[in-house]
């Protein structure tokens, strides 16, 4: 079942806005408004790349910052594989160069008005207005279930005939201390 109409904007506080654009049983398609995140690349795997990232950030919105400013903390906390094409003399392979950490700055921030980092490996930006197919899912932050969802979304946008572009966005909504069962997990592909 299917359903297209322009819902509207659908958000906890502390979200970036978006308005749901079309929900299916298997996805949604969401435009999200521009946003301001904090964002670090680490090195990987996955799981420690996400432990290091967010001990990083952590430490910028609690006041590792010029000024010593506490920023709220929002939600959610992404993160995405940082691809580079690599030439090698016989073919073309990609090559991990580790993983983007970002967390989302609450709204009414500029990237003027917000601190600056005092680790340089924090970097402020602009996310750019996009779109994404979502699937939402519950439980643990492990590979096996983000790549099983990440699997379910790619196989429901084949057959529903959504092209995507990029790297796939895992995003987190809870603390680590939130039950796995009670967790909003979302697998994200921006849309060509």
């Keep these: 079942m299917t359903q297209t109409s322009a819902a509207p904007e659908r958000r906890k506080s502390g979200e970036p806005r978006y308005r749901l654009e079309r ?5 949604d398609i969401s435009a999200y408004e521009p946003y301001l995140v904090a964002d670090v690349i680490v090195p990987g795997p996955a799981e420690s790349a996400s432990s290091e990232g967010f001990r990083l950030l952590a430490a910028f919105i609690f006041g590792a910052n010029h000024g010593e400013h506490r920023i709220d903390m929002t939600a959610p906390v992404t993160q995405t594989p940082v691809r580079l094409p ?16 970002r967390f989302v700055m609450p709204s009414g921030y500029t990237l003027a008005t917000l ?10 930006h602009e996310i750019p207005a996009h779109r994404v197919a979502v699937l939402r899912y519950s439980g643990r932050w492990t590979e096996e279930n983000y790549a099983q969802h990440l699997a379910e979304l790619r196989t429901a946008l084949s ?21 796995p069962f009670l967790r909003r997990n979302e697998v994200w592909l921006t849309l060509a």
């Design 23 to 27: 929900h299916t049983e298997a996805f």
């Design 86 to 101: 690599m030439t090698v003399p016989v073919t073309q392979s990609r090559t991990d160069q580790g993983f983007h950490v």
């Design 115 to 124: 601190p600056v980092p005092n680790d340089p490996r924090v970097t402020l």
């Design 159 to 179: 057959t529903a005939n959504v092209a995507t572009l990029g790297e796939p966005i895992l995003a987190r909504y809870n603390a680590p201390y939130v039950l």
